[in-house]
């Protein structure tokens, strides 16, 4: 929270600990989900953002074009989820569980010539 709005809703006296109360709103997003790499070697950070729906994002799982099963992902802090797999040099696919329980698979998301910190947008959505 920004210090201006802060301000405006602390009591003078008590700036110690504000109640929030909130709740999660559904939205639409314009365009796919998009996946940015992040990391190095095999260590692998994915940011997802643009992601519609709850917007909540419980679970990923990933997929190198040269396997054929999924490897759950870790929440490393926020949108950003990591694997401790190569996966250098291949297609990525994403498996990606709101909270909510809405599962889109996104396949082949990323090409095979992928390096880190670049951006790649999905056709999928969710509503």
Known sequence: MSMPAFFRIARRGNEGIVPVFYRRVGCRRRG???FTMRGQGNFNMVILSNVGG???VKAVAVRGSRGKTWHQMTRNWGAN???SGDLR???LSFRVTLLDRKT???L???PSSWWFGQTFSSRGQFH
């Open 108 to 110: 082949n998301v990323v």
């Open 32 to 34: 796919g989900v998009r």
């Open 89 to 91: 040099g291949q297609r």
């Open 104 to 106: 889109m698979t996104f």
């Open 81 to 83: 989820w990591q694997s």
């Open 54 to 56: 709850s917007g909540a």
